[in-house]
């Protein structure tokens, strides 16, 4: 059953991406996100048992697998039948669009103007913070985190840096000098964020996929670039616990790698448990985060949300850890597999008008909205409410910053252009035309 849910599946991945593979963009990565997370476990289980002899239970019943493999299927299914609707190949934004915005007055000013939000963002970071890798465990990491949101979301405009700057110039010269601004970006907020490798993960991918939609990189590179930036994550998981290198190092990597990119063993304790389903309560809480503590003194730093009901109703542990149900976990304990059948046909809807949006409505809200795309992996690693709310925040925040350089650039002295008299202009005309 396993392998025949992943040979399916795998087969409507392949037509979803010959579809998809010309509009890269929040549907493209977003059920590339579910295929991996929730699909590609199969194989990884299968080599890492018969190679390292890791005897690994499989996380998930057979039947609930069938499930996860139609509820794919069904969101493949809904994105080639809108593409043609809704993005077709000849009406998307192609790269000269973009370039013309970027190399525009507002566009180099916007990108003047983020550079600078970020930098000043990452520097209140670690003066009130400094390197905190040895911080603690997770928990502890996550309470001396509290109160720096606003600044780490501001920093991330670094990224619309990153992605105007490759669109301005497009040579390899230039990808390189994004990815180099965007991996010190990244590793800059690892060591003042306790080790959170969420951002610099989330940096790197949109300037390789801009790289990707300009041809200056191919998709074999595209692919082996994927599998080494999971491996440099791991490594900074050992960096950040603090393990050494020796005996049982490769069972010591996959083991990470499995609850970094496959935390499908989350499915194990949710469907398994019989319980009432909680409805859209929690879900909804998620979204309280965007309040500033400022105007809420009394916010707590664990929030009520659906992850934190996982861990402190499901699994039974105390305050200081959360842990990811992933985005199918977290809809079937809102209401079971209605809703991961429901969820899976809105979120398809809802990366689908983000990228009508992105790739043929506007080339503003295509640079504040897809710097954050990396954050629909969120939505099925995490938990579907946690992806849905960073992405709105952050392409939220990213309008701001750019409406924010419209109005500066607006009350700035402008160059006055030189007025020639009509009649002036007329006898230049007349002597030209005799000469």
């Keep these: 059953m396993y392998l025949f849910c992943f040979i399916v599946s795998t087969i409507c991945m392949v037509l979803f991406f010959r579809k ?30 018969s190679l390292m002899s890791l005897s690994w239970d499989y996380p998930i019943k057979p039947e609930s697998m069938a499930f996860i493999s139609v509820a794919f299927c069904l969101c493949c299914v809904i994105s080639i039948l809108l593409k043609g609707v809704l ?21 180099r000013f916007f990108a003047f103007v983020a550079f ?17 890798l040895d911080v603690g465990n997770y928990g502890t990491r996550f309470e001396s985190n509290a109160g720096t949101g606003l600044f780490t979301i501001l920093s991330y405009s670094m990224v619309t840096v990153a992605v105007l700057r490759l669109y301005r110039n497009p040579s390899l010269k230039t990808l390189f000098i994004s990815i180099l601004l965007v991996l010190t970006y990244g590793m800059l907020l690892f060591l003042t964020l306790g080790g959170a490798r969420n951002y610099l993960i989330a940096a790197i991918i949109p300037v390789l996929l801009a790289g990707y939609s300009l041809r200056l990189i191919s998709l074999k590179l595209l692919s082996l670039l994927g599998v080494m930036g999971v491996l440099m994550i791991t490594s900074l998981a050992l960096v950040r616990y603090g393990d050494s290198v020796g005996t049982g190092m490769f069972e010591l990597l996959a083991l990470y790698t499995r609850d970094t990119v496959f935390p499908v063993g989350s499915l194990s304790n949710i469907i398994d448990v019989s319980m009432k389903h909680t409805g859209f309560d929690y879900f909804f809480n998620q979204f309280y985060a965007i309040i500033p503590r400022a105007l809420w003194p009394g916010k707590p730093i664990y929030l009520d949300t659906i992850a934190y009901f996982y861990t402190e109703q499901i699994l039974g542990y105390g305050k200081g850890l959360i842990i990811a149900p992933t985005g199918i976990g977290s809809l079937y304990i809102m209401g079971g597999w209605v809703a991961i059948f429901i969820g899976s046909f809105l979120i398809s809807m809802f990366f689908i008008y983000l990228d009508y949006y992105a790739l043929r409505r506007s080339v503003v809200f295509y640079f504040c909205a897809f710097p954050s795309i990396f954050f629909a992996f969120f939505c099925f690693r995490e938990s579907m409410e946690l992806g849905i709310y960073k992405i709105m925040l ?9 409406a924010f350089s419209r109005g500066v650039y607006s009350i700035l002295p402008k160059k006055q252009k030189a007025f020639r008299p009509p009649s002036v202009s007329r006898h230049m005309a007349k002597t030209q035309h005799i000469s």
Excluded: D, E, Q
Excluded at 88 to 101: E, G, M, S
């Design 20 to 49: 998809w593979k010309r509009a890269l963009g929040f549907t493209f990565f977003g059920v590339l996100s579910f295929y991996v997370i929730m699909i590609l476990w199969v194989p990884y289980y299968i080599l890492c048992n």
């Design 116 to 132: 600078v939000i970020s930098a000043s963002c990452i520097a209140a970071l670690f003066m009130m913070k400094g390197v905190t």
């Design 394 to 402: 952050h392409s939220l925040f990213a309008l701001g910053v750019y």
């Design 87 to 107: 993005i077709p190949n000849r009406k998307i934004l192609n790269p000269a669009a973009i370039y013309v915005f970027s190399n525009s007055v507002r566009g």
